[in-house]
């Protein structure tokens, strides 16, 4: 079973840019991103299909974000661009499915966190 490690997390401006990656995957057959802030349940961002197929988003990331695999490094990443101070949350990597619903997923990593600032 995999043991998903997410990083790249940190504090950056309102229009900024970070990239997430996890590791500690074992090629699995799907895999997604999640995201919680405080207070609020944990919510679908991406997921995608590791030997590719079709992508899918939450609406709130669409165009902004961006999730791809490198498959030599059996890593998984989210791009994300333009952020805004409600993307603030913790995002977590999960293997297992393409859902948006958290429960279909088998693997969760502890999370990293992302703060933007206004």
């Known amino acids: 079973q995999a043991q998903l490690v997410e990083s790249g997390g940190g504090l950056v401006q309102a229009g900024g840019s970070l990239r997430l990656s996890c590791t500690g995957t074992n090629s699995e057959n799907s895999m997604g991103w999640f995201r919680q802030a405080p207070g609020k349940e944990r919510e679908f961002v991406a997921a995608?299909?590791?030997?590719?197929?079709?992508?899918s988003y939450a609406n709130s990331v669409k165009d902004r974000f961006t999730i791809s695999i490198n498959n030599a490094k059996n890593t998984l990443y989210l791009q994300m661009k333009s952020l805004k101070p409600e993307d603030t949350a913790v995002y977590y990597c999960a293997a297992g499915s393409t859902s948006w619903r958290p429960r279909d997923y088998y693997a969760w990593g502890p999370g990293t966190q992302v703060t933007v600032s206004s």
């Open positions: 995608t299909r590791w030997f590719g197929g079709t992508t």
